[in-house]
């Protein structure tokens, strides 16, 4: 049964992407309009998108809109955007005064009230073209108040009567903890005995708490963190409120979108392959190393890593594992990131300690990345925790054999190698700790040179489907049963 999703999230590729959440609600809008849904997505028009290939069109029924937030007013405007080669339109919320910004996110005070905005635009969107959405699905902190609005704020509104909720948790890291002083705007009208006390008595209103709280369902991106984050250890203080939900946290993994993820097509690269074209990953790897200035030996692997500098992607760990691992082991390594300065400082430092070996890329490349995919022979991820994780769903497809942690999303998808039986597809270790990364490393270092045991590896990693057809039928599924619960 077709249904009517309302769909409200922070990033969107190619638009605005800050890392995966951008590829998640890209590629549910795609499939779950392919599947039928009528999905009304909403996205900020964030002053950095690059608007040039992309139809962006007004709303003339929704210009010089107006919201208020505490005690202000914000006028926007709604407009309507499609994909090149896609006729589904989404909406971008036209908001000078909250998006015009360097970047997607910023560190600055009204930080939580960009994105109070945009879910108040995405409900009053939804008034303005009489939608009546029987899914109203948010992600993260930053939307994250959108299901006690919809028991409060616009409950009285018809054409909300029967929509449910649907909040997903890409990363319960950041939860936007705002202080008590701006409870006004945060509850638009809400009774504050609805928001966890103790925090209130605190001073601070935790918006992602609020979510798990008043969601009808809350979902995460993986079967593995659905359990993790029912933990001390990873549920960063919001396990007792999931505890508390029960049966209401579902785990779906992620899928990958392969008309842009897959070597057989590329977009980014000259030449193409697949699981027994790989003389022409290796001929990519070579254009590759010339491009980044990296010096070839025979045997000589290169690992890559495309990542968010921080510290959930185990980056405290590499600080002390890649010194010694690049003194004792021969092999090339090319890091494409921004984040945090430590991070950022290291490997600046690490480049220039070893010129030819090791190259740093600072900042965000797409194309960059996709070649790093195609070019490398493994690709590093010793995350501290991953709710799931796409570069190492993209590594698998792409023959580059994925060192991980096995943690969330990464335990589910990569399966060690075991050389007697030729079973398995990447390296996985346990720990976090350092000794664990550089056995990881030692024993990815080690297959490599044995030939026929590599080869396996990466054609066993090639024949993985993480497609999101399957992953597609799985968020229906859930929708469904809301709707008809
Ligand atoms: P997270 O969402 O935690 O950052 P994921 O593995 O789910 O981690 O997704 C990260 C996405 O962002 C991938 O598509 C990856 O290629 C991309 N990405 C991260 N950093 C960069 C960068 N500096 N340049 C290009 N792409 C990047
Ligand atoms: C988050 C997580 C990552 C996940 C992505 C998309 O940013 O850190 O593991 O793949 O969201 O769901």
Not at 90 to 99: E, N, Q, R, T
Not at 350 to 371: N, V
Not at 397 to 404: C, E
């Amino acid at each position: 049964m077709p249904l009517r999703i309302c769909f409200v999230t922070a990033e969107m590729a190619p638009l605005a992407k800050a890392g995966g959440l951008a590829d998640v609600s890209a590629a549910l809008f795609k499939y779950l309009t392919a599947a039928g849904h009528d999905m009304r997505l909403f996205l900020p028009a964030y002053s950095s998108i690059d608007r040039k290939g992309i139809d962006i069109q007004p709303v003339e029924f929704m210009r010089h809109m107006l919201v208020k937030i505490g005690a202000q007013d914000f006028p926007y405007s709604v407009l309507t955007a499609s994909l090149p080669g896609s006729s589904a339109r989404f909406f971008l919320i036209d908001c000078p005064a909250c998006f015009a910004r360097p970047g997607i996110y910023t560190s600055e005070a009204d930080e939580h009230r960009r994105f109070l905005l945009l879910t108040h635009a995405a409900f009053m969107s939804c008034q303005r073209m009489g939608f009546a959405p029987q899914i109203l699905h948010c992600n993260d902190w930053h939307t994250a108040l959108a299901p006690l609005w919809l028991r409060t704020t616009y409950h009285s509104d018809r054409l909300f009567a029967h929509t449910r909720s649907v909040l997903t948790i890409h990363n319960i890291g950041y939860q936007g903890i705002v202080s008590a002083a701006h409870g006004a705007e945060l509850l638009a009208g809400a009774d504050d005995s609805l928001l966890h006390q103790p925090d209130l008595h605190a001073g601070r209103i935790n918006m992602l708490r609020t979510g798990v709280q008043y969601a009808d369902r809350v979902t995460t991106v993986s079967p593995g963190y659905a359990r993790e984050i029912l933990t001390a250890e990873y549920g960063m203080g919001l396990e007792d409120d999931l505890l508390a939900r029960g049966g209401a946290i579902t785990g779906i993994l992620n899928g990958v979108d392969y008309d842009d993820w897959d070597p057989r097509s590329d977009r980014y690269l000259p030449r193409h392959y697949g699981a027994n074209q790989l003389r022409t990953k290796a001929d990519l790897k070579q254009q590759l190393l010339a491009r980044l200035g990296l010096r070839d030996a025979p045997r000589r692997a290169l690992v890559g890593i495309i990542s968010r500098l921080a510290t959930q992607k185990g980056f405290d760990l590499l600080i002390d594992a890649l010194p010694p691992l690049l003194a004792s082991r021969d092999f090339n390594l090319v890091v494409l990131g921004a984040g945090e300065p430590q991070f950022e400082d290291f490997l600046a430092q690490l480049q220039q300690r070893h010129p030819g070996r090791m190259h740093f890329h600072l900042g965000y490349s797409d194309e960059l990345a996709h070649w790093i995919e195609a070019g490398s022979d493994m690709f590093l991820m010793p995350s501290r925790y991953e709710p799931c994780g796409l570069n190492q769903l993209y590594s698998l497809r792409y023959g580059t054999v994925p060192i991980v942690r096995r943690t969330g999303g990464l335990a589910d998808t990569v399966r060690h190698f075991d050389a007697a039986t030729g079973t398995g597809t990447g390296v996985v270790f346990n720990d976090y700790n350092i000794e664990a990364v550089i056995w990881a490393m030692n024993t990815a270092l080690d297959l490599y040179v044995q030939r026929g045991s590599w080869r396996r590896l990466v054609q066993n990693g090639m024949a993985q489907d993480f497609s999101w057809q399957r992953q597609i039928q799985q968020y229906s599924e859930m929708y469904q049963q809301l709707v008809q619960q």
